[in-house]
C-alpha cells in the first residue's frame, strides 16, 4: 500500500486531489492530509512516503520553503514530490524542478492529468497498476 | 501594458475550468446580476502580491456553494466552515490562474493566503458574474492597482 502525504492548507483541495488520485490508480493508498509545511515535515519524518502532493501558498510554512528544507534533509531527500498550484508557468516550474520536484500541475487538476503525471514520478509499482 | 481584455478573458477561462473540473458545472458569463446581489453571503478575497499588486474576490450564495461542497466532499461536510473553505478554494484558483496565464515567463508571481468573509466582499472591484443553467450566479470582482476600468 503507497503512503501519500497532501499538503494544502484548503480542505477543498486536499479532498478534491485525494479524489483525483485515487481515481488515478491510487485507490488503496493511505493518506495523510496536512495543512502547511511545517505539519508535512513533521509527518514526513515519523513516516517516509511515497508520495508528497503539495501546494505552494500555505500558511506559517509555504511549499517552497517545504521543498527547500527537504532538498536539506537526508532523511527527506528524493521523496517523489508533486507540486499542485494555482500559481505555475514555464519559469516557476523550472524553480521547482530545480528543488526536485518531479510533477508540477496547474490547479484545477483533473485525473487524467494526474495520471499522466504518474509517469514521471515513477511511484507505481506492479501493485498500483490497473 | 496590461490589457484589460485578457485580464476579463483569463478570469472567464479560468472560471469555466474550475467550475467544471471541481463541481462538473457549466457556467457562462452574463452582463449584470439577474437579481439582488445581496443573496451572495459568501465571499472570499485573494491578494495578488507579485508582480503586480491587486485583489480578486468570489461572492456566492450559500445555496450554489453547498452544492459545491456536497459534489467536492461527496456530501460529507457542508457545514460553514466548509463553504468558507470552498469559496476560498475557487478564489484562489482564478487568482492563480489569472498572475501565471497574465506573466507565463515570470517566475516571481504569488499570491496571499484567501481572506473570507460574510457580506460585503464586493466594495472597490470590477464585477463579472457568471450564470449556471438554473439561473443561480455568482460573482467574481478584481481590482488591479494602476489599471484603468476602460476599454472592455
Known amino acids: ?130 | 501594458m496590461l490589457n484589460e481584455a485578457k485580464v476579463v478573458e483569463i478570469i472567464d477561462q479560468s472560471v469555466m475550468s474550475v467550475l467544471e473540473n471541481m463541481a462538473f458545472m457549466e457556467v457562462c458569463r452574463i452582463e449584470e446580476a439577474p437579481y439582488s446581489t445581496s443573496i451572495l453571503d459568501y465571499w472570499a478575497k485573494v491578494g495578488l502580491l507579485s508582480p503586480l499588486k491587486g485583489e480578486v474576490v468570489l461572492a456566492c450564495a450559500s445555496p450554489l456553494l453547498s452544492e459545491i461542497a456536497d459534489t467536492v466532499f461527496a456530501g460529507e461536510a457542508a457545514g460553514e466552515a466548509a463553504l468558507m473553505d470552498v469559496v476560498a478554494e475557487l478564489t484562489n484558483t482564478i487568482a492563480g490562474n489569472l498572475l501565471s496565464k497574465l506573466f507565463p515567463s515570470d517566475e516571481s508571481i504569488r499570491v496571499a493566503v484567501p481572506e473570507k468573509g460574510r457580506r460585503g466582499g464586493l466594495s472597490g472591484v470590477h464585477e463579472l458574474y457568471y450564470q449556471l443553467d438554473d439561473g443561480q450566479y455568482f460573482c467574481v470582482g478584481y481590482h488591479i492597482e494602476g489599471m484603468r476600468l476602460e476599454g472592455l
Do not use: W, Y
Not at chain 1, 519559469?91 to 503525471?117: I, R, T, Y
Open chain 1, 1 to 130: 500500500m503507497k503512503h501519500v502525504v497532501i499538503a494544502d492548507d484548503s480542505a477543498t483541495a486536499r479532498m478534491f486531489i485525494r479524489r483525483c488520485l485515487e481515481i488515478a490508480g491510487l485507490a488503496d493508498a493511505e493518506f495523510v492530509e496536512v495543512a502547511n509545511g511545517q505539519e508535512a515535515l513533521v509527518v514526513m519524518k515519523q513516516s517516509r512516503p511515497d508520495l508528497l502532493v503539495t501546494d505552494l501558498t500555505m500558511p506559517d510554512m509555504d511549499g517552497v520553503t517545504l521543498l527547500r528544507s527537504m532538498a536539506a534533509s537526508p532523511r527527506l531527500n528524493g521523496i517523489p514530490t508533486m507540486v499542485v498550484s494555482s500559481q505555475t508557468n514555464p519559469q516557476v516550474d523550472q524553480e521547482l524542478k530545480q528543488l526536485g520536484v518531479k510533477a508540477v500541475l496547474p490547479k484545477p487538476v483533473n485525473p487524467a492529468v494526474v495520471a499522466e503525471a504518474f509517469g514521471q514520478l515513477e511511484i507505481m509499482g506492479d501493485e498500483d497498476a490497473e
